[in-house]
């Protein structure tokens, strides 16, 4: 139990502060960016983590639907602890809305990209057009390959959900709890939260290494940044939104609401 205390406080300390938060969105195109060029001018050999079949894979997309109410959870329960104020629960929750609004948005305007621009195939050998099936799902079912272009939605939904991790989670590192039941639930929900942004940051990684072409990475990585942009740096700071989410100034060591 102390063990895990030390490497929960010890994560607050290094990777849900301020400093991270401000410069992840950086740090995320740089790997995306570095990734892409090593694909394009010295491809690594087939592997185990370009395998779609792969464990991380498999395991971590079963658990990709954590990855977007399992940080409002976190911020949810310290808003009620920290303010005793539902309001803030329920701007957490409507931050949450506008998060899935985006994923989904996002992620069907990509498979309309890809069903306008491509084209059904014998297989990805065999080029011979299958003029019959006019949509990827249709022509996959038929036993086909479609060949469109492909705005990587994992380039796109991870470093988004990772952002917002940072986002949300930020609070942890301020927050003081004085029951032990609400410090160690928030110690799992710390070590939690820090095991899937590491994996979906790995994962990350492993897109720009081995799949998709530099431009379908390019603009799924944009699409997410710009998706964390509008909303936390933007949008939540007026009026008539969700809200930033609950901080607590260094300075002044008072409760409130900073960028």
Known sequence: MEQMEALASWLRRRCFNDNLRRHAAWGLALISLVGSLVKEQWPLADSYFNNKKNVLNVFCEGLLGMDVPLPFAVHRFDSYVATRSLSAVFRRLSALLVGTMIWFTCTNIFMVIENATGTCYNSSAVLEIRADYTD???CIASGGFWDGFDISGHSFLLPYCALMILE???????????????KHLINVLTLSLAFLLSVWIFMFGCTALYFHDFLQKFLGTSFGILAWYVTY????????????????????GKRGYNK
């Open 233 to 252: 740096r933007r949008w939540y700071l007026v009026p008539y939104s969700p809200g930033p989410p609950l901080r607590f100034t260094t300075k002044e």
């Open 136 to 138: 990827k799902r249709s």
């Open 168 to 182: 949300e989670a930020a609070v942890l590192h301020f927050v003081r709890l004085d029951k032990s039941w609400q």
